[in-house]
């Protein structure tokens, strides 16, 4: 479809709920996102005074056709958008891990039925628990579960082995009951498989009052030996909780989410919280588009990770409001059987709560980030911003430095991505300026020597930068944007804005269009580097200009005195000054004693 028909056939939606599926030539669904009111929301996508990321514009360019699917209401679309996400695993959606790292638990239909993992839901008359953590997680999860209940883990067949062959060692070390022994009866083996499967349904607190219980009975029977049993197995699914992951979040009360964007590397944390009381934590790195909001990836995340669990807590603490808290708690409460309360907390204990997960994400995906994607991204979020192909890879940035009208320099600095790169550095004496100072023609001037040098094909001033940065407004990038064009150059130049605290706060078009730097500290900190540096180099040699300056007008007309010797001077004392405090023996030792008095005299003329 033209974009013309796709902006038709979406103007022609109705304003009803539903689920939207975008899709490429090949029929590949590459985007699926839902609706309040579809109408409103696809059509978004095909207008053209439409303030889209680079993420959607890259998106609809690809769009062909689209399909949408009505719904009746909101909660029904946030379910159906997360089952065709996993169907479909569009490109442009965020997606955590596939199926095969959220393994389900399976209970086998039989007389003495068995767990095993197993990828993916099937209908086979088993009975299935989760989807959980990863494998290895889990894994170790139900070994615990095992081991709480002295369930067996070898690979012997009931009834089939059944008096077959003397116990294992994990009999004798107290690991399992030997439900291969004729005395333990199938009665009993299916009781603690029932107690597994509540453990695995998040009833451990029910299955622990059930077995308190049990425990009293016994000993006030005076079963000392049976209630002691049932006292260790308390005490193991107890610690249980404490030491599982997979256990602690499926008895978890409430769990807490952060979420952390960082250079490179996005990460969530979900702390789970029992009782009040802190029982495990999961984190997940994950890559997300640069432009992508923080409400859209969390909403994404929490859809992803709740909808196909069984077992749900009673509370989801939120670090934003994703505008979906509503239809979430509504989704969830349906599911779990239980109120879901999906919300922000806005102070109190829950907030502080809220500041840690989001600390556990940022030290996770901080951890897990290298200097080389720290700078990669901070360079394509530069080229975001400033609208460049690719990440700028050199960088030249300009400023002038003067007093008056005399000793006018300029400072020409170079950064190879993040970093100064000093043996490009170029200093320039300002030489065509006639009158009274402008910074205007001096910057002028400097890139047209600079250009100039390059044409010639001096390799000091090879290659060409990606973007030029010049230290300024909007007329300064207009002077030198004018340069540019004379010369043909179709390199990007800025301007550098300060504000009140002389720190640069955003960059300027020729065009005089402000470009914010404040909201990516990245950013902010790169940019604010090269003007200081370009700074203080241009400053640097505008103190050592003047310093000549001043040295040359103090030693003119003294006789015996030319270039050489003034400079000679210079090199050995430093100053005018210096100069004027020496004696003449000192100055002796670096010009022939005659000269050395004559200095002398010049500064002193009463002795």
């Known amino acids: 479809m033209t974009k013309d028909e796709l902006r038709q056939k979406a ?71 997360n089952s065709l996400i996993k169907r479909h695993s569009p490109k442009y959606n965020i997606l955590l891990k596939d199926d095969k790292g959220y393994p389900f ?23 299935y628990f989760g989807p959980f953590g990863g494998r290895y997680e889990t894994r170790q999860a139900l070994d615990a579960v095992f081991a709480a209940l002295r ?34 009866t199938a009665q009993e083996y299916n009781r603690r498989i029932d107690q597994a499967c ?40 107890g610690a249980l909780s404490k030491k599982q992951t997979v256990i602690a979040g499926l008895c978890a009360d409430t769990d807490i989410w952060g979420l952390y964007r960082g250079a490179g590397k996005c990460c969530y944390a979900v702390l789970h919280m029992e ?56 989704v969830l409460t349906r599911r779990a059987g239980h109120k879901v309360w999906v919300h922000v907390p806005q102070r109190g204990e829950k907030a502080d709560l809220r500041d840690m997960a989001q600390r556990n994400a940022a030290e996770e995906a901080e951890r897990a980030t290298t200097a080389e994607e720290r700078v990669a991204h901070t360079l394509t979020l530069l ?22 009208k005399s000793d006018i320099v300029a400072s020409m600095v170079v950064y190879s991505g993040v970093r100064p790169l000093r043996s490009a550095y170029r200093r320039f004496r ?37 973007v030029f940065l010049i230290d300024g407004g909007e007329t300064h990038a207009r002077a030198a944007q004018e340069v540019a064009d004379a010369f043909g150059v179709t390199v990007p130049v800025f301007g550098m804005v300060k504000d009140d605290r002389h720190r640069t706060r955003a960059l300027v078009t020729p065009q005089g269009r402000e470009i914010g730097l404040t909201a990516n500290p990245a950013v902010f900190a790169l940019i604010g580097q090269i003007q200081e540096e370009t700074h203080r180099f241009a400053i640097t040699y505008h103190h050592e200009s003047h310093t000549r300056s001043t040295l040359r007008s103090a030693l003119d007309d003294i006789p015996g005195v030319g270039p050489k010797r003034k400079e000679a001077l210079r090199r050995a004392l430093g100053s005018v000054k210096a100069i004027r405090e020496a004696d003449v023996e000192t100055l002796a030792a670096i010009v022939p004693r005659p000269t050395a008095e004559a200095v002398y005299r010049h500064f002193h003329p009463q002795t």
């Open 105 to 127: 638990v399976r209970l086998s239909r039989e007389p003495y039925p068995r767990f095993t993992l197993a990828n993916r839901y099937a209908n086979d008359g088993a009975r």
């Open 11 to 81: 103007n022609d939606l109705p304003l009803v709920p539903g689920v939207y599926l975008m899709m490429d030539k090949t029929g590949k669904v590459i985007y699926v996102g839902k609706a309040k009111k579809l109408k409103n929301r696809v059509s978004q996508y095909f207008q053209e005074s439409a303030s889209h990321t680079a993420k959607t514009r890259q998106m609809v360019s690809q769009v062909d056709h689209f399909d949408t699917i009505f719904v009746t209401s909101e909660f029904e679309a946030l379910v159906l958008e």
């Open 275 to 330: 009782n009040g009381n802190l029982t495990g934590r999961e984190t997940e790195l994950f890559t997300a588009p640069i432009e992508e909001e923080e409400t859209e990836m969390l909403s994404a995340l929490t859809a992803q990770y709740y909808l196909p669990r069984a077992v749900l807590p009673h509370e989801i603490l939120l670090p934003v409001d994703t505008g979906e808290c509503e239809s979430l708690s509504e």
């Open 383 to 404: 080229a975001g911003l400033l609208g460049l192909g690719q990440p700028p890879r050199r960088m030249e940035s300009f400023d002038i430095s003067n007093t008056g």
């Open 151 to 184: 369930l067996p883990t070898c690979n012997r067949r009931f009834p089939r082995d059944i008096g077959a062959e003397r116990p294992c060692l994990n009999f004798h070390m107290g690991r399992c009951d030997g439900f291969c022994r004729p005395e333990m």
């Open 430 to 466: 300002i030489k065509e300026l006639q009158g009274h100072p402008d910074d205007y023609a001096s910057m002028q001037e400097v890139l047209r020597r600079r250009l100039q040098r390059a044409s010639d094909g001096d390799e000091k001033f090879l290659p060409l930068p990606d």
């Open 198 to 237: 509540q453990l695995l349904e998040g009833k451990s607190r029910q299955l622990l009052r059930d077995m308190t219980a049990e425990m009293e009975a016994e000993a006030e029977a005076l079963h000392f030996e049976q209630a002691a049993a049932i006292r260790d197995r308390i005490n193991a699914i």
